[in-house]
């Protein structure tokens, strides 16, 4: 076969159109470059903002869970970086109980069928354990053909939000129950006083009428046999003789029964005020109470668990209000068992978050009517008229613990029983320094700041970096600074040389604190000046010590 030879034109014009397709080809080329740069300058863009929302946790996931994107925010809030979670952990990790992981998989379902966004707030978990509270917003993630391929997730940590909204409604409702019980306070030892005299009236002529009556049967035998069918007062001479006794016997009774409810109403009137505090151990109280309640345990079969913890830190108070206080929670408890195994447990404790002494009786009784439960410390509000009971007791109680600048709660199970806990403040001492603690790792630094607390009196700051802790020695002025020496964003040696170049921070004190003992840096920082070096992991006893050794030689 031949090939047709071509002209020269021909070929020019082949080489001309082949130039327009390179040119072509070119600008393409340098289109598509622009067009990936200005991407690629639109994902930076992006990314910056999402990071830039260091408060706010910015998540997406596929379908199955798995975690695609995880911004500063989320890493601020949970813990967990970037490199931890993406294409390696399902957000279930966040999930902090059952009725999370419910709420969270009902959300899901509803946006994937719905395909909107929905919003609630529910309880995650960060890395290190600690449970946050959660303004979470879910949106579904479309693909180019408007098919779903995953959630993005928006987080608000509104944990001290809502803690503090529950502080101000606890508050309120502290002060109302507070200003209701200092009025019926008012209204009660009026009532008191008005019925005192004529109830020990009452009783005074009890007490005469019995004499005169016994006085007085021997003639009535003497006639009253005479005469069968005369009646004294309308009642036969057979029944007088038979029942005088019982009726004098139960006037007796509820005319004295009458004078006890007027005594525990004074007693109510007067708790706002108590005087003669001293300080004390919350455990010499329930022991002393309980010897004072054996009489009524005995009698009742119930069997008493003790759990006092020992070490307890000293309470300002008034010990035979304290008693009080347990003996009548103690007797509701025996009181409110209506069955033959019944279990009075008491304990005591304490809570470090608030630095409170707590003291619980817990009984396996009745439990708390629903229909008074919120009003169970009002006066005369009770389940017990069977048994006698004047519902003062927990009114009492109510204001000695409120006279003490504490606080009373309780938790019932109707038919299976209450616990009612009791929380005083201990006496508080004097802080003798300062102490602002530095570690990247916060597991470190709540241990720390909780042996300090514990151990003290020490007021504890805490820094995540060196940059932190610069800015807090200019405000905080701590006695001493307690630094870790390798952290991100400024480590232990700058920030010692950053001390040794201000002349205000010149006597302060520094322990060292590392997890690798042959550094280069050890030496660097020990030739500063700064030779207090403890080696990870310390025995915090002896930590402690150094650290009481400090203060006391200061």
């Not at 067009?35 to 379908?63: G, H, P, Q």
């Not at 399902?90 to 709420?103: A, G, H, M, P, Q």
């Not at 038979?242 to 006890?260: F, I, T, Y």
């Not at 304290?322 to 103690?330: F, K, P, T, Y």
């Amino acid at each position: 076969m031949k090939h047709e030879k071509k002209t020269e034109k021909q070929l020019t014009d082949e080489l001309e159109a082949l130039r327009q397709r390179v040119t072509e080809l070119e600008v393409l080329e340098v289109e598509r470059n622009r067009t990936e740069e200005a991407l690629r300058k639109t994902n930076t863009f992006l990314k910056n903002i999402l990071d830039s929302s260091s408060s706010i946790s910015i998540l997406s996931t596929d379908l199955e869970g798995t975690v695609l994107f995880w911004n500063k925010g989320a890493e601020n809030i949970f813990g967990y970086k970037a490199e931890e979670m993406v294409g390696r952990q399902r957000i279930d990790i966040l999930y902090s109980d059952d009725e999370t992981k419910r709420v969270t998989k009902e959300l899901s379902a509803s946006l994937l069928k719905n395909r909107e966004g929905k919003s609630c707030e529910v309880k995650e978990i960060t890395k290190n354990g600690r449970e946050l509270c959660i303004h979470l917003t879910l949106s579904p993630r479309f693909d180019e053909n408007g098919g779903i391929v995953g959630i993005l997730g928006i987080g608000e940590d509104i944990t001290e939000r809502v803690q503090a909204e529950e502080a101000l409604k606890n508050s309120q409702e502290k002060l109302y129950q507070a200003q209701k019980m200092d009025t019926l306070g008012t209204l009660v030892a009026g009532m008191a006083h008005e019925i005192n005299n004529p109830i020990n009236l009452i009783m005074y002529n009890i007490s005469l009428f019995q004499k005169v009556w016994h006085d007085c049967l021997p003639v009535l035998n003497q006639y009253g046999g005479k005469e069968p069918g005369r009646k004294y007062g309308g009642l036969t001479y057979d029944f007088l003789e038979e029942n005088s006794d019982r009726l004098l016997s139960d006037m007796d009774m509820a005319a004295n029964r009458v004078a006890k409810i007027v005594s525990d109403l004074k007693n109510f009137a007067r708790q706002s005020n108590v005087v003669d505090k001293s300080s004390m151990q919350i455990n010499t109280a329930v022991e002393n109470a309980l010897r004072l309640a054996q009489t009524s345990l005995r009698k009742s079969g119930v069997e008493l668990e003790v759990d006092l913890a020992s070490d307890l830190p000293l309470l300002k108070g008034n010990l035979q209000n304290i008693e009080q206080i347990i003996l009548n929670l103690v007797i509701n408890a025996v009181q409110a068992i209506d069955h033959d195994q019944g279990v009075v447990r008491i304990a005591t404790g304490f809570q470090n978050k608030d630095r409170r002494i707590f003291v619980s009786i817990t009984d396996n009784g009745c439990g708390v009517a629903p229909d008074i439960s919120d009003k169970l410390f009002d006066p005369f509000v009770t389940d017990k008229q069977a048994e006698g009971g004047t519902g003062l007791g927990l009114s009492v109680t109510y204001s000695l613990v409120n006279a003490h600048d504490g606080e009373i709660v309780f938790q019932s199970n109707k038919g299976k029983g209450t616990t009612f806990t009791v929380f005083l403040p201990t006496v508080v001492k004097e802080a003798t320094g300062r102490i602002l603690v530095v570690d990247d790792d916060i597991s470190i630094r709540d241990m720390l700041t909780k042996a300090l607390t514990e151990a003290g009196p020490y007021l504890v700051e805490e820094a995540s970096n060196g940059i932190e802790a610069c800015i807090k020695l200019g405000t905080y002025r701590p006695d001493l600074l307690i630094l870790d020496m390798f952290m991100p964003e400024m480590d232990g040696l700058e920030v010692c040389r950053t001390i040794k170049s201000e002349p205000e921070f010149s006597d302060m004190n520094v322990i060292i604190t590392t997890g690798f003992p042959d550094h280069q840096k050890l030496k660097e920082v020990a030739a500063l000046g700064f030779d207090k070096i403890h080696y990870k992991p310390f025995n915090l006893t002896d930590f402690l010590k150094a650290i009481s050794n400090i203060f006391s030689q200061s």
